[in-house]
């Protein structure tokens, strides 16, 4: 039988009794999330490899079988618009035993984000999310701690409504693994420190969403220097589970301004989940040029009744 440039290119891998193909001597394909930091560390697109040096990893099973965490992240960028959108709309998209993070009563925080991952223990993806803030699950009172700490990116908890992503491994691991809502679709992110674009597919191939922008002023951080967290919580088999990423962050900036900031909303589920938070207007723009991410299996957690 001959085989295409495409069967050339890519090899197919087996996920849990899922199969999906990745890029024929790619990240994956080597080391199957085993990496050898060094050789990591000689593509001129890896500015360093210490921050993973200090996160050994572990193996675990999972829905998707046995598999090393944390997922390495060597290089990525990413852009988030912050919303104010009403509690009363959000609490409508939220399970009952998580609570919307307010900024004042009756207004939350919605956020949209573009994700681009040039170098990863899975190969090139991109990805983006609609998410809801919410308060953490685990602790009483600290929601003004909670939500200065989230504007600045220093920490984050997190429900997400929509996880679109642009590669077959990705979908997989994040739908089967972690229990979050992705699907595959093209999905196009370009971020460098003049412009940031990002154009999200929905089923017919037209606009889902969009999102042009000028970029923010960058600041860089020497790596270790400013690290930040998110938790996400999903439903795996009907038990709650957070999921910890952690991101280096190298290059970034924020703008509380709107100019020259454009979001538009087509048809698709991306748009569909965010006109139903009815956001009110953006608060915050950040971007980061430059960044890498430990992304870590979830974790069994209790998760409280909310008060009504």
């Known amino acids: 039988m001959s085989s295409t440039p495409q069967d050339q290119d890519t090899v197919k891998v087996d996920l849990g009794g899922r199969e999906v193909t990745v890029p024929k001597g790619g990240l994956y394909d080597r080391y199957r999330m085993d990496p050898d930091l060094d050789a990591i560390a000689r593509d001129p697109r890896v500015s360093g490899v210490d921050f993973f040096r200090r996160l050994p990893k572990i193996k675990v099973d999972s829905p998707i079988g046995s598999t090393l965490t944390p997922n390495f992240y060597y290089t990525m960028s990413t852009a988030r618009l912050t919303m104010l959108a009403p509690s009363k709309a959000i609490r409508t998209r939220l399970p009952e035993e998580l609570s919307p993070l307010e900024i004042v009563p009756g207004l939350g925080l919605v956020s949209v984000m573009f994700f681009r991952y040039d170098v990863c223990d899975i190969d090139f993806y991109t990805e983006a999310t609609v998410g809801i803030a919410v308060k953490p699950a685990r602790h009483g009172k600290l929601g003004f701690l909670d939500l200065v700490t989230g504007l600045k990116n220093e920490r984050l908890d997190a429900y997400v409504l929509s996880l679109p992503v642009s590669s077959d491994i990705a979908q997989v691991r994040g739908h089967d693994g972690y229990g979050f809502p992705k699907w595959v679709t093209g999905l196009d992110v370009d971020i460098n420190d003049r412009r940031t ?70 048809e698709g ?11 009110k207007r953006t608060i915050q723009f950040d971007v980061m040029t430059e960044g890498q991410a430990a992304l870590h299996m979830p974790v069994p957690t209790s998760v409280p009744p909310r008060n009504k």
């Open 197 to 266: 674009t990002a154009r999200v597919a929905n089923d017919t191939g037209g606009v889902d969403l969009a999102l042009s922008a000028a970029t923010p002023t960058q600041k860089a951080y020497v790596s270790g220097e400013r690290v930040g967290s998110l938790t996400s919580y999903t439903k795996i088999n009907g038990g709650w589970h957070s999921t910890l990423n952690q991101t280096n962050v190298l290059n970034a900036g924020t703008t509380r301004s709107t100019r020259g900031v454009t979001l538009q909303l087509g």
């Open 269 to 279: 589920r991306m748009s569909d989940d965010l006109r139903s938070l009815k956001p």
